[in-house]
C-alpha cells in the first residue's frame, strides 16, 4: 500500500482554508483511497498573522489525515515547503501552494506520471489568470535568463507544484542551503522528470505574498543559488574597462604630443564616476556571495517547529525518520 503526501505552506490563506481542503481530499478520496492507497495533507503555518491556523486545527476534527505544522515564526515560502516535505511520510509527495492558483485537480495526472515510472511530474503553465502582463512578462523573462546562466537545466514557466518521490525527497533533504530556490535543487538532483501543462487559476482569496521587491530577491537568490556568472560578470568588466582605460591612455599621450590636448574637468569627472561605478557593482555582487556564505557557515537550523500534529495514517513499512523539531 503506497502512502501519497500532499505539502501546503500556508501564511494568511484563511479565506482560501476550507476550500482548499475540500478540494484537496475530494481529489485523494478518488485517485488515491480508491485504489486501496492511503494519503496525508501536510499543512504547514508560516507564523500566520490571521486565523489560517485556527481554520487549519478546526478542520482537522473532521479530516484525521492532516498533519498540520506550525512554525515559530514566518521562515519564508521555501524554508516553509521544505519544513513540509521533512514532515511528510510518503512514497510519494505532491506540492503546491495554498491560494488556489495551483488546481488541485492535476494531482490526478502527477500520480498517473509518477505510477508510470517518473520520479519527478512538474507543472509547466501554459498560462496564469488574475495576473498582470508585467508580472508574466518579468517572470517569463526570468526562467529563460536562469536557464542560460545556470548548467542546472530548470524548466521555463515551472514553479514549486509538483510531485517527487521518496528517494528525491532523501536527496533534498541532503540539502540545507539557506537561500532555497527548490525549483532549482529539484532538476539539480536529477532522475526521471517530465511535465504536465496547465492553466493556472487566478488567486481564490487574499493577496500575493511576491511582492516586486520578494520577487526580485528570489530571483537573485535563485541564480546565485545555481550560478558564477555573476562574480564573473564583475571581472569581465574589470576587463572591459581596464581595456578602454588603456586605449584612453594612449590616446591622451599622442595628443600630448601633438600638442591637442587640453585638460577639462568633464572627462576627469566621467572616468571617476565610471571607474568608481564598476567597482561598486562588483563589490555589490561579491558581498551578496558573502553574505550567502556567512548565513550557511553560521549553522543555525533552517526553521523552528512550534506545534506538530500529526495525521492519523499509518507510514509505509520503509523506516520513516523522526518527529522533527530544528532543521
Known sequence: MSLISVVVPLKDEEGNVAQLLARVTTVLERSVRAR???????????????????????????????????????????????????????????LMDGDLQDPPELIEAFLAKWREGYDVVYATRRSRKGESGFKILTAGAFYRIIRRLTNVSIPVDTGDFRLMDRRVIAALAQTRERHRFLRGLVSWVGYRQTGIDYERDARLSGRTKYPLSKMLRFAFDGIASFSEIPLRFATWMGFIVSGFAFIYAVVVVVLKFLGLNEPGFTSTMVAILFL?????????????YVGRIYDQVKG????????????????????????????
Open 36 to 94: 486501496g492507497d492511503d494519503y496525508e495533507i501536510v499543512a504547514v503555518d508560516d507564523g500566520s498573522t490571521d486565523a489560517t491556523l485556527r481554520a487549519l486545527r478546526d478542520a482537522r476534527a473532521a479530516q484525521p489525515r492532516l498533519t498540520i505544522v506550525s512554525l515559530s515564526r514566518n521562515f519564508g515560502h521555501q524554508i516553509a515547503a521544505t519544513a513540509g516535505l521533512d514532515t511528510s511520510r510518503g512514497d510519494a509527495v505532491i
Open 276 to 288: 568608481g561605478g564598476v567597482q561598486l557593482i562588483g563589490i555589490g555582487i561579491l558581498g551578496e
Open 300 to 327: 543555525r537550523p533552517l526553521y523552528l517547529i512550534s506545534t506538530l500534529e500529526r495525521a492519523a495514517v499509518r507510514p509505509p513499512a520503509e523506516s520513516v525518520p523522526g518527529e522533527p523539531v530544528s532543521q
